[in-house]
T-cell receptor, first 121, second 115 residues
Framework: AQKVTQAQTEISVVEKEDVTLDCVYE???????LFWYKQPPSGELVFLIR??????QNEISGRYSWNFQKSTSSFNFTITASQVVDSAVYFC??????????????????FGKGTHLIIQP | KAGVTQTPRYLIKTRGQQVTLSCSPI?????VSWYQQTPGQGLQFLFE???????NKGNFPGRFSGRQFSNSRSEMNVSTLELGDSALYLC??????????????FGSGTRLTVV
């Protein structure tokens, strides 16, 4: 069965510091998809990034960057020069591909427990 | 374009009652998935509907059910409410997660409190 582990329950840093959120996943599939979502206090899950298992290139989007390493089954998220507006709960999620190729149905997203990021001014 | 709309935003029910939550997906999206979020269990997949058919179901008791209408709007029903059903219920819409696993857009959720 698939599993996503976010070992950091809560992280607190001072504004402008860099911070890395860890995500480790488990899956038996060779084709799968990884996601990061941000959940502000309003509750809505805001999509940040998706990655498929064949694309190990790291990605940078402004102050955000992601490091995908299949060898360690990790998909870590770094915020550079953090800002107070980055304060939120961040979730890493995994989706397996069997829904696409086997017709057996999609299991939905498997989420980690989330990391509560607090950026102090 | 309009996002995913969930109604109501907040709900308070008594143990033993039943409740129906609604989700209107993004126009053109045919898949609606439901998730339950609690402090203890985190985010858990409930079920997914595509073209009015339930394609998959998570590990929840039969008290949790849903349906999807021809316009892709979906409703989720919980019967015989228990205190442990208090949670934020989120729905996500997608064109078709089988063809496009990237495209999940979430609504703001319905916060259900069972007293």
């Amino acid at each position: 069965a698939q599993k996503v582990t976010q070992a950091q329950t809560e992280i607190s840093v001072v504004e402008k510091e860099d911070v890395t959120l860890d995500c480790v996943y488990e899956t038996r599939d060779t084709t799968y998809y990884l996601f990061w979502y941000k959940q502000p206090p309003s509750g809505e899950l805001v999509f940040l990034i998706r990655r498929n298992s064949f694309d190990e290139q790291n990605e940078i989007s402004g102050r955000y960057s992601w490091n995908f390493q299949k060898s360690t089954s990790s998909f870590n998220f770094t915020i550079t020069a953090s800002q107070v507006v980055d304060s939120a709960v961040y979730f890493c999620a995994l989706s397996e591909s069997k829904g696409m190729y086997s017709g057996g149905g999609a299991d939905g997203l498997t989420f980690g427990k989330g990391t509560h990021l607090i950026i102090q001014p | 374009k309009a996002g995913v709309t969930q109604t109501p935003r907040y709900l308070i029910k008594t143990r033993g009652q039943q409740v129906t939550l609604s989700c209107s997906p993004i126009s053109g999206h045919r898949s609606v998935s439901w998730y339950q979020q609690t402090p203890g269990q985190g985010l858990q997949f409930l079920f997914e509907y595509f073209s009015e058919t339930q394609r998959n179901k998570g590990n929840f008791p039969g008290r949790f059910s849903g349906r999807q209408f021809s316009n892709s709007r979906s409703e989720m029903n919980v019967s015989t409410l228990e205190l442990g059903d208090s949670a934020l219920y989120l729905c996500a819409s997608s064109l078709d997660p089988r063809q496009n696993p990237y495209g999940y857009t979430f609504g703001s959720g319905t916060r259900l409190t069972v007293v």
